[in-house]
């Protein structure tokens, strides 16, 4: 059984940043592809980046491209998405995602939802504009 929980949301203004964290225990992650989502009210989950093992792929929203990173520690089991110039279209409550079925290759990475079979609680992150 793997637990994952986010932190580092709250209220930002437009143009600030965010770090998101999201911490993994109950089994080894570093052979593990990791992912951000994001649901905002009303709307459905929709991808915002993911990670394979050790950052080597990674692949991002069009939307958040160049404003978002995302990295791991797994050293420390950690996911991290470090968000820059914030926009009220940010708004949302931001999921991480993992999946731990079976070891991956450092090249695979999921950009669809329906891949991960462990997820977190969620974060809400609020951009005033």
């Known amino acids: 059984q793997v637990h994952l929980v986010e932190s580092g949301g709250g209220l930002v203004q437009t143009g600030g940043s965010l770090r998101l964290s999201c911490a993994a225990s109950?089994?080894?992650?570093?052979?593990?592809?990791m992912g951000w989502f994001r649901q905002a009210p009303g709307k459905e989950r929709e991808f915002v980046a993911a990670t394979s093992l050790s950052v080597g792929f990674r692949s991002y929203a069009d939307s958040v491209k160049g404003r978002f990173t995302i990295s791991r520690d797994n050293a420390k089991n950690t996911v991290y998405l470090q968000m820059n110039s914030l926009e009220p279209e940010d708004t949302a409550v931001y999921y991480c995602a993992g999946r731990f079925d079976r070891d991956y290759s450092n090249t695979y990475y999921a950009r669809d939802p329906d891949a991960y079979d462990s997820w977190g609680q969620g974060t809400q992150v609020t951009v005033s504009s």
């Open positions: 109950g089994r080894t992650f570093s052979r593990s592809p």
